[in-house]
């Protein structure tokens, strides 16, 4: 039983990273119905950018630290935020009147230059990404052992969440966001600056996925430029398998598939990690095929 | 694609690369392994095209079924010993069958219970079933788990390839141009017209999956007797997608482009492999040696996609677009 709940909360801590992507890619899905495959990348670029800017802030922070921590994860987020801007700019932008395929192929292949930029400018080596916080001791409950980078990961991940959650349901640009995911040309007649939206939306998702990519760091603290690969992939899963385009869904999905990875590689087998995301997604999908709590797409003829 | 002189073209590459196989002595080992692996992307892309050119669904499991197919094969002629000319073309020739049936089998169990699917969760469901393949290849102790499978013999030549590849070529073009195959094209343009005309799009959508995967499992045969060591990381995603920007730049549903483009990409990067290795630029005295191509030769070739993409969203080698 304690080693249940163990698990249960090495599950919550995992799938709380996984939310966090999988909302970037649920948010510009239900905005430009398009996967934006470079956002696992944006996620590894999160991480690196924690991991240079971490010597700077010390200079003038005390680190670890919890002010130092934050200091690092809100520069980071608006690093990639300015990112995510200019990656939909200049990439995807262009393409928004052809299929989504090539938009698609486009997001491939941004994927594939942060990659591979990542290994020429910061090395294909894994990097150890130093400590951010410092280690509180906590008391242990009945047997269960916490580690505070959990209960860290746990709690910027719920206030990150209900922050998006005030953004998108009670500000202006919120409203916007919902219109234009609605429907965007009504929304544009409306008004709404269609291409303000879109970019607010990025740079809110890579905000996330930047967020995302250093608690990760902080709880496994080795990271390369190929990190955000795995991560990106499984965060995909999750957005799919609660129903793309679904805020609600986004962080069901990656508690769901964080939790089930890590009682099925405790108790099953941990060789066949890697493939129980999908094998849960193919299971859900087979049973609503568009996925947990999205809506049916009905054709019209 | 005409299909008037199809056979004759088929024939002639057949008879073509039976010459070429010929000379395949005279060539060395690398240059002969990159022919080798334009004759397998062509196969594999132009199968893909099938299922996501033609008959308009997503796939990005094409790596799987070649995975299954290489594996299968592989395993089949591990079994023999030394053979002579004859018996071992034998064996080969019904080692790549199986790889192929295994593969197809495998893509009838992807294709029926993901038929409810569309666009976007197809393509994610195929992608999935892609890595569940590579993660139960790697947990599978008898074909070498995540260690690799070395594969006895190297019987692949360039007969085998690019007859192969015409066969493909020639399959694909003859069953989209028939009366049935008119389906694959109408389920693509327009499911639910397609059903509303007596078209069972179930079906057809089952067969390209089993098709293409078909021929995906026979250029996985092709490349684990090519490349003679088999590692189920080797089949991963990033394959996969390697072989939809084939169809995607090649414009889908477009199979001679898509030929070109798996020719080209196949060969952009050994280009810039090669462009790294000169060491000055003919004709310019004192230039620097391009050994910084070698670092940055991945990075150029994602920078040509995006570029590719942005400039020729149609495909590389589409001359109008279709009206959508």
Redesign the interface.
């Known amino acids: 039983m304690t080693e249940l709940l163990q698990q249960l909360i090495n599950g919550l801590a995992l799938g709380s990273i996984l939310a966090l992507i999988a909302l970037g890619y649920t948010m510009v899905?239900g905005i430009l119905r398009f996967?934006n495959f470079a956002h696992g990348d944006v996620f590894m670029l999160g991480a690196f950018a924690g991991f240079y800017l971490a010597p700077k802030i010390a200079l003038v922070l005390p680190l670890p630290s919890i002010a130092g921590a934050l200091a690092v994860m809100i520069i980071a987020m608006a690093i990639c935020a300015a990112l995510g801007v200019l990656i939909e700019r200049f990439?995807y932008r262009?393409?928004r009147q052809?299929?989504k395929?090539?938009m698609l192929?486009?997001a491939?292949?941004?994927s594939?230059?942060l990659e591979?930029?990542g290994?020429?400018v910061f090395g294909a080596n894994p990097k150890k990404f130093p400590q951010l916080l410092p280690a509180y001791p906590l008391p242990q409950l009945g047997g269960l052992s916490f580690n505070s980078n959990q209960i860290v990961v746990i709690a910027v991940t719920a206030l990150l969440m209900i922050g998006l959650r005030f953004i998108v349901l009670k500000t202006r640009m919120g409203r916007a966001m919902r219109a234009v995911s609605f429907n965007p040309e009504a929304a544009a007649l409306m008004g709404v600056n269609t291409n303000v939206v879109i970019s607010f939306t990025f740079a809110l998702g890579s905000a996330l996925a930047a967020a995302a990519g250093i608690l990760f760091a902080m709880n496994y603290p080795s990271i390369d430029p190929l990190m955000g690969i795995l991560p990106g992939?499984k965060a995909?899963?999750a957005a799919?398998l609660g129903g793309?385009g679904n805020l609600p869904g986004a962080a069901l999905g990656g508690v769901i598939i964080g939790v089930t990875e890590t009682l099925v590689s405790g108790y099953v087998?941990s060789?066949?990690r890697?493939?129980i995301?999908?094998?849960v997604?193919?299971l859900i999908?087979?049973v609503k095929?568009?996925?947990l709590l999205g809506k049916k797409e009905v054709?019209k003829? | 694609m005409n299909l008037r002189h199809a056979k004759t073209v088929l024939l002639g590459a057949i008879a073509l690369s039976l010459v070429a196989s010929l000379f395949s002595r005279h060539i060395s080992g690398y240059p002969l392994f990159v022919a080798y692996n334009i004759g397998i992307s062509l196969i594999m892309a132009v199968s893909l095209n099938l299922i996501n050119g033609y008959t308009g669904q997503f796939s990005l499991g094409h790596a799987g079924f070649m995975a299954v197919g290489a594996y299968s094969s592989a395993v089949i002629t591990n079994h023999f010993g030394d053979l002579n000319v004859f018996a071992a073309n034998a064996v080969f020739t019904f080692a790549l069958l199986a790889g192929g049936l295994a593969a197809a089998l495998a893509g009838l169990l992807v294709g029926v219970p993901t038929l409810r699917l569309r666009g976007d969760y197809l393509a994610i469901v195929t992608l999935g079933f892609g890595e569940i393949i590579r993660v139960i290849l790697q947990n599978m102790e008898a074909v070498g788990g995540a260690r690799g499978l070395s594969v006895t013999h190297g019987w692949t030549n360039l007969f085998w390839t690019f007859g192969l590849a015409a066969v493909t070529v020639y399959v694909v073009a003859a069953l989209v141009n028939s009366t049935y195959g008119r389906g694959f094209i109408a389920v693509r343009d327009d499911e639910v017209a397609a059903e509303a005309m007596g078209i069972n799009s179930t079906k057809y959508k089952v067969t390209a999956f089993a098709v293409g995967a078909f021929f995906a499992g026979i250029a996985g045969g092709l490349y684990a007797h090519a490349i003679q060591f088999l590692t189920p990381n080797g089949f991963g995603f990033m394959l996969s997608i390697a072989y939809v920007v084939m169809v995607i730049l090649g414009g889908m549903g477009n199979t001679i482009g898509v030929i070109l483009a798996a020719i080209l990409l196949t060969l952009l990067p050994e280009g810039l492999r090669m462009l790294a290795d000169i060491e000055h630029l003919p004709g310019i005295a004192g230039s620097r040696p391009l050994s910084w191509v070698e670092n940055t030769r991945m990075i150029i070739y994602s920078l040509l996609l995006i570029v590719l993409m942005l400039t020729r969203p149609q495909g590389l080698f589409t001359l109008r677009r279709r009206s959508r």
């Open positions: 899905y996967i990439a262009p393409l052809q299929p395929l090539t192929i486009t491939i292949g941004v594939l230059f591979n930029t290994q020429f992939l995909f899963v799919v793309i087998s060789t066949y890697d493939a995301a999908f094998a997604l193919i999908l087979l095929p568009s996925g054709d003829v």
